[in-house]
C-alpha cells in the first residue's frame, strides 16, 4: 500500500466523523467543532446513530447510510467497536481513516489483540490508517484541522510528526506564541500502519515543506524509515528527539504507546546513518524549529556575535565552543571597516562588543559589516537593556537586515518586559530570537551538525580490494545446515572457522580434554601458550578464572589446567564444559586490544561495533555502532570517533597501527552480517592491532535460533541494502570488446565524473533535459551515493591501456512506492554505436521486471533517433509530446524475485 492513498488522508473532500457525540467538550464534539469552524471547504459526515444532529449538521446512524462515499473516516470511538467501524468503512470503499480512539497495544495483551484485528482488516480492504491513540492531524495551508487540539498553527514550511499526543499541544501552544508555521502537523499514535517512513516520503513531495521535526519514542518499519529520511535528508534537514533513552524511561515509552524500545546507542547510528539531526533535550526542538522555521541554514560552523554587553559574548563564546563550534576569524578588511564606525575601545576581536551606549544605529552597522565577512556563517546579536539601548528600534533595524541576506541573523535580546515588543517582532518578521545567548548557539549549532553529518556520510570511499576464498553462497550452506543447528552459543573452533572463511585472521585454537592433551598440543604449536575454558555458557571466561595466559612449559602448564578447572567449577558449578583451548600466545606489549562485534536489534536489525576491547571493553564503553553494509569512509570514521584512536596513530613515539588492516577486517565483518540474519550476536575480543596485522585472538557466535528454525528474506535484517552484487553481468560489445555491467558503488566517484566529462553537449542535454553542471562532489554523490532499495545505476566498465573506465550507465529510480520506475541512460560518444545503449536498456528492464515494478518510463530528445529506436525494438509505446521532446513507457508483467 503506497504513499499515493495518503491523499484520501491530507487531501479529503468528504470526511465522516463517526462517534462524534452531542457533548462538544469530548474528543469527538472538539475534532467536529474544529474542522467546521476551521474553514474545511469540503462535506462533513458527523455518525452517531443516538443523535439526530450534532452541532446542528445533520447526523447519519451509520457509514452505509451516507449519500456519498467519504475520502476519510476518523474514528472516536470505545476501542471495542473500532474493528467493526474499520470494517463497515472498507465494506463503503474509504481509503483514509484515523483512529483517535485509545485503548489497544498501548495498555497491554489485550489491546494489541484489538490492535492486530484492525491491522488484518486494514490489509484486507487495502487502507491507510493514522493512529490509533493519535490527537490527529491539521493541515493549516488547507484550513484543516482533524484533531481535538486547542487551536489551529499558522501556515509555515515545517512538518512536524509526533507519536506523543500531549507533545503535540505543547508544541502548538508554542508555535502560535512564536509565530512558527507549519506544513503539516501529524500525530501518529500507536503507528499500526503509517509511520515516519510513510510520512516522510509523502512530506518529501510538497514544495512547501522544507524541514521534518520528529518526536519518538521508538521506530517500528525501520527499513522505511532509513530509507525516506536518506532521500530527503539529502535536501533539507530532518532533527528528531528521541525519547526513552535509557532502559527505565525506555520502559515508560513502552507503557506510554506500547514501543519496544532499543538501546539509545542504536538510534544514534540509526539517526546518523540516515542524516538526521538528533537532540537531547525537547527544549532543543523548539529552539531547532524557531531557527529553521525562518527559512535560513548556515553553510558553515564560523559564528559572529555583536553584543552591547561583554559578558553575555563571553557566554555564547563558552556555548559554541563546548558544542564544536567556531568564532569566525574577521578579515583585515572587516576589522578596518568596524574601527571605522566603533568607539575606539571596542573589542577589536569577535565577539564584537559595541559597547553598552550603543544606538540601533551602531549596533546595526556592526552587524552589517560581520554579515558580510566571506569567514562568517551566521551571525548572533545579543542586546541587553542599558541605559542606552533602545531594544525595539534596534530590533527593527535587525530585521531590516536580514531581509538583505542569506545568512542566518539570530536575536538574543537578554531581559523581561522591556525586550517583550522587540521579541513579538522578530517572532512576526522571520528572525529566529531567543531567551538567552545558549539557546541561540544549541540551535545554530544543531544545524551545523546536520551538514556536517551529511558531508561525513557522502564522502567518497577509497576502493578496498576484497577477495574471498571460498564462495560465499557455498560456505553459508555449510555453516546454516551443518554448523549453526549444533548449539545456539557456537564452539570457539567453529566461531573462529566463520571468520577466517571471510579472511579475518585469527589464533588457532585446539580443544582438548586433559592435561596430557594440551601438553602434547603445546608442544607442537610451540611455547608460550594460552589456555581458555571452552563453554557455551560462559560469556566472560576471565570472570571465572577462564583464562590463563603466557604459559611456558608443560610443568606450568600442567598446573595451570588443572587449577582453572577447579576455579572453574567452584565459580560455575553444573555448567556444561566442552574442555580447554590451547593456542599459541601472542605478544600483544605493542599492540592495540579492540573488539569487533555483530548485534541483531530486535526492532531495528544488524548492526557492527568496534571500541577498545579486552576484559575493560564493558567497563569503559569506548565503542561505535553502525549499520552495515560499511565501506572504506565509515570504517574510518568509526575508527576515527574513538577515544582510542590515538594508540592507533601511534602515540608517544610508538609506531602507528595498520588502520588500512583494521578497515578491511571491518569490512569483511559487515559482509558477514549481511550473509548471515542467522547470528545474533558476535563477539571477536580481543582482536588485536599491529603495526603490520590484525588478529582475532577469540570469537564468541550466538545464533538466532528462530531465523535459523523460520528463514526470513534475504537482507530482511537490514536496514540498508548492500551492493546488489546479484546484477554484475558480463557482456561483449559489437566491436568484440568485452564489457562489465555492475551496479554503481560510491567509489566510483572519479570514474563517473570523467565519464561525463567525457561527454559532448549533446549527449548531457539528451540525457538530463538541461546544461547539467556536474563536475563537483556534492552532485556526484547523487548518483553514486544510492540507496539501493530504491534507485539502481548499472555502469558499463571496461578495461583500456591497464586502466578501468566506465564507458555509459543507465540508470532506475523508483517511487516510492516502487510500482513505478524512471529510466534514464548515458552513453559516451566515443562509444555510441556499438550497441551499449541497447544492452543497458535490455538489461535495466529486465531488472525493473525482477523487481516487480508494474511500469518503465523515460524521457528523451526528438533528435535522439538511435535510442528511439532501441525502445520501439524493445516494445516502448512511444509518445511525442513536442517538437523537442519525446516520452516512452512499458508495462511489466509481474514476476517472481
Known amino acids: 500500500m503506497g504513499i499515493r492513498k495518503l491523499n484520501s488522508i491530507f487531501k479529503p473532500q468528504r470526511i465522516a466523523l463517526i462517534g462524534v457525540p452531542a457533548d462538544p467538550n469530548t474528543v469527538g464534539g ?115 484541522n482533524i484533531s481535538f487540539a486547542n487551536s489551529m498553527p499558522l501556515a509555515g514550511n515545517v512538518a512536524f510528526i509526533s507519536q506523543s499526543g500531549a507533545l503535540c499541544t505543547s508544541v502548538l501552544d508554542w508555535a502560535n506564541t512564536e509565530k512558527i508555521g507549519f506544513s503539516y502537523f501529524v500525530s501518529i499514535g500507536n503507528t499500526m500502519d503509517i509511520g515516519f517512513g510513510d510520512l516522510i ?168 559589516i560581520v554579515m558580510n565577512d566571506a569567514n562568517v556563517d551566521a551571525v548572533l546579536v545579543i542586546a541587553t537593556p542599558q541605559a542606552m539601548t533602545q531594544p525595539t528600534e534596534t530590533a527593527r533595524e535587525i530585521i531590516r537586515l536580514s531581509e538583505s541576506t542569506s545568512k542566518p541573523i539570530m536575536a538574543n535580546w537578554l531581559g523581561g518586559q522591556s525586550m517583550y515588543e522587540a521579541m513579538a517582532l522578530f517572532n512576526s518578521s522571520g528572525v529566529a530570537a531567543y531567551q538567552t545567548p545558549e539557546q541561540a548557539v544549541r540551535a545554530f549549532m544543531t544545524m551545523v551538525d546536520y551538514s556536517r553529518n551529511m558531508e561525513a556520510l557522502f564522502e567518497t570511499p577509497k576502493e578496498v580490494p576484497l577477495f574471498f576464498n571460498y564462495d560465499r553462497q557455498t560456505l553459508r550452506e555449510k555453516f546454516v545446515n551443518q554448523i549453526f543447528p549444533k548449539q545456539k552459543v557456537l564452539s570457539v573452533a567453529d566461531a573462529k572457522a566463520l571468520i577466517n572463511a571471510y579472511g579475518i585472521k585469527s589464533t588457532k585454537p585446539v580443544l582438548v580434554n586433559s592435561p596430557e592433551e594440551a601438553v602434547k598440543v603445546a608442544n607442537k604449536i610451540g611455547y608460550p601458550v594460552v589456555l581458555k575454558i571452552d563453554s557455551p555458557e560462559v560469556t566472560h571466561k576471565s570472570d571465572i578464572g577462564g583464562v590463563v595466559l603466557d604459559l611456558e612449559n608443560d610443568h606450568i602448564l600442567k598446573a595451570a589446567y588443572l587449577s582453572m578447572m577447579e576455579r572453574v567449577k567452584i565459580r560455575r558449578p553444573g555448567i556444561k564444559i566442552n574442555g580447554v583451548t590451547v593456542q599459541k600466545m601472542i605478544d600483544t606489549e605493542d599492540a592495540v586490544e579492540m573488539i569487533l562485534g555483530i548485534k541483531k536489534d530486535a526492532v531495528l536489525g544488524t548492526l557492527i561495533l568496534i571500541g577498545m576491547g579486552g576484559t575493560e571493553a564493558e567497563l569503559y564503553k569506548d565503542q561505535r555502532l553502525e549499520f552495515p553494509p560499511l565501506n572504506e569512509r565509515l570504517a574510518n570514521q568509526m575508527i576515527e570517533s574513538l577515544k582510542i584512536y590515538p594508540l592507533l596513530k601511534g602515540y608517544r613515539g610508538r609506531p602507528p597501527k595498520n ?39 577469540d570469537a564468541r557466535v550466538v545464533i538466532d535460533e528462530e531465523t535459523l528454525k523460520n528463514p526470513v528474506p534475504q537482507y530482511s535484517h537490514l536496514i540498508l541494502r548492500p551492493y546488489p552484487e546479484r546484477y554484475i553481468k558480463k557482456v561483449t560489445l559489437a566491436d568484440g570488446t568485452p564489457t562489465l555491467l555492475r551496479p554503481i558503488k560510491p567509489e566510483d566517484e572519479p570514474m563517473w565524473l570523467e565519464l561525463l566529462g567525457s561527454c559532448s553537449k549533446e549527449a548531457i542535454y539528451s540525457r538530463f533535459r538541461y546544461n547539467f553542471h556536474f563536475d563537483s562532489h556534492e552532485i556526484a554523490t547523487q548518483f553514486c551515493y544510492i540507496d539501493y532499495a530504491r534507485e539502481l545505476a548499472i555502469v558499463a566498465e571496461i578495461e583500456q591501456q591497464g586502466r578501468r573506465k566506465l564507458i555509459g550507465v543507465g540508470r532506475l529510480i523508483g517511487d516510492p512506492d516502487l510500482e513505478t520506475v524512471e529510466y534514464a541512460i548515458l552513453v559516451t560518444d566515443n562509444w555510441q554505436g556499438k550497441d551499449l545503449g541497447k544492452i543497458l536498456t535490455e538489461y535495466c528492464t529486465e531488472i525493473a521486471h525482477i523487481n516487480n515494478f508494474k511500469r518503465i518510463f523515460a524521457e528523451t530528445t526528438k533528435d535522439n533517433k538511435a535510442m528511439i529506436s532501441v525502445f520501439k525494438k524493445q516494445g516502448f509505446h512511444i509518445e511525442y509530446e513536442s517538437d523537442t521532446n519525446v516520452s516512452v513507457h512499458k508495462e511489466l508483467q509481474k514476476t517472481a524475485n
Not at 484489538?114 to 482488516?121: A, Y
Not at 578497515?663 to 549481511?674: D, F, G, H, K, N
Open 30 to 144: 472538539l475534532t467536529l467543532r474544529n474542522l467546521v469552524g476551521g474553514g474545511f471547504r469540503g462535506v462533513v459526515y458527523p455518525v452517531n446513530p443516538k443523535h439526530e444532529a450534532v452541532l446542528g449538521i445533520p447526523c447519519y446512524p451509520n457509514v452505509k447510510s451516507l449519500p456519498k462515499t467519504p475520502d476519510l473516516a476518523v474514528i472516536t470511538t470505545n476501542a471495542r467497536v473500532v474493528p467493526q467501524i474499520v470494517e463497515e468503512c472498507g465494506e463503503a470503499g474509504i481509503k483514509g481513516v484515523i483512529i483517535m480512539s485509545a485503548g489497544f497495544k498501548e495498555v497491554g495483551a489485550e489491546g494489541r489483540e484489538l490492535e492486530n484485528k484492525v491491522k488484518q482488516i486494514v490489509k484486507k480492504y487495502e487502507m491507510r490508517v493514522i493512529g490509533p491513540n493519535c490527537l490527529g492531524i491539521i493541515i493549516p495551508g488547507q484550513k484543516l
Open 201 to 368: 516520503d509523502y512530506f518529501g513531495q510538497d514544495p512547501n515543506t522544507r524541514s521534518i521535526v520528529l518526536y519518538v519514542e521508538s521506530i517500528t518499519f525501520a527499513q522505511e524509515f532509513v530509507t525516506a529520511a536518506r532521500a530527503f535528508a539529502r535536501k533539507k534537514p530532518i532533527i528528531v528527539y528521541k525519547a526513552g533513552r535509557f532502559p527505565e524511561s525506555a520502559q515508560a515509552a513502552a507503557s506510554h504507546t506500547g514501543a519496544m524500545a532499543s538501546e539509545d546507542a542504536i538510534y544514534d547510528a540509526l539517526f546518523r546513518r540516515a542524516g538526521i539531526a538528533r537532540v537531547y533535550n525537547i527544549g532543543n526542538i523548539f529552539d531547532f524549529t524557531d531557527f529553521i522555521g525562518r527559512k535560513r541554514i548556515p553553510k558553515g560552523p564560523n559564528l559572529a556575535i555583536v553584543t552591547n554587553a561583554g559578558g553575555p559574548g563571553v557566554m555564547a563564546t563558552d556555548s559554541l565552543m563546548i558544542r564544536g563550534g567556531k568564532l569566525g576569524k574577521l578579515t583585515d578588511e572587516t576589522l578596518k571597516k568596524l574601527d571605522e564606525v566603533l568607539p575606539p575601545y571596542w573589542s577589536h576581536g569577535n565577539p564584537v562588543d559595541v559597547l553598552g551606549d550603543a544606538p540601533p544605529a551602531r549596533i546595526a552597522k556592526a552587524t552589517e
Open 659 to 697: 588502520i588500512n588492516k583494521l578497515v578491511e577486517v571491518m569490512i569483511r565483518l559487515s559482509y558477514l552480517a549481511a550473509d548471515y540474519p542467522e547470528i545474533e550476536e558476535h563477539d571477536i575480543n580481543p582482536i588485536i592491532v599491529t603495526a603490520d596485522d590484525v588478529v582475532a585472538l
